[in-house]
């Protein structure tokens, strides 16, 4: 199975950006749709951001189009999201998330099959 590792997470003021990774590991990447979910305390887990396999479709959640933006290049195992104009909402623990099922199966409320440990992310008004 393919394992996630998310990095890039911090402090930030708003309006701020940041650029978040997902490194994968142990399968071929390629293989796998990409997306991203967040938490903030208090609240369920939501979907964020998805990509197919090739990176031509992806999908956003209302409360971000236009503010990120979700990559991949898979000759470096690794998804991007990056995010402009943060605001305090955005605060949150973001997550990693793949499956070979394609954007459909992340694109659900209980995401695809794996996991990553999960970044903070953490903006200042």
């Known amino acids: 199975q393919v394992q996630l590792v998310e990095s890039g997470g911090g402090l930030v003021q708003a309006g701020g950006s940041l650029r978040l990774s997902c490194a994968a590991s142990?399968?071929?990447?390629?293989?796998?749709?990409a997306g991203w979910f967040r938490q903030a305390p208090g609240k369920e887990r939501e979907f964020v951001a998805a990509?197919?396999?090739?990176?031509?479709?992806?999908y956003y959640a209302d409360s971000v189009k236009g503010r990120f933006t979700i990559s991949r290049v898979n000759a470096k195992n690794t998804a991007y999201l990056q995010m402009n104009s943060l605001k305090p909402e955005d605060t949150a623990v973001y997550y990693c998330?793949?499956?070979?099922?394609?954007?459909?199966?992340?694109?659900?409320?209980?995401?695809?099959?794996?996991w990553g440990q999960g970044t903070q992310v953490t903006v200042s008004s």
């Open positions: 142990g399968r071929t990447f390629s293989n796998y749709a």
């Open positions: 998330n793949a499956d070979t099922k394609g954007t459909d199966a992340i694109r659900t409320r209980r995401g695809g099959d794996y």
């Open positions: 990509i197919s396999r090739n990176g031509g479709v992806t």
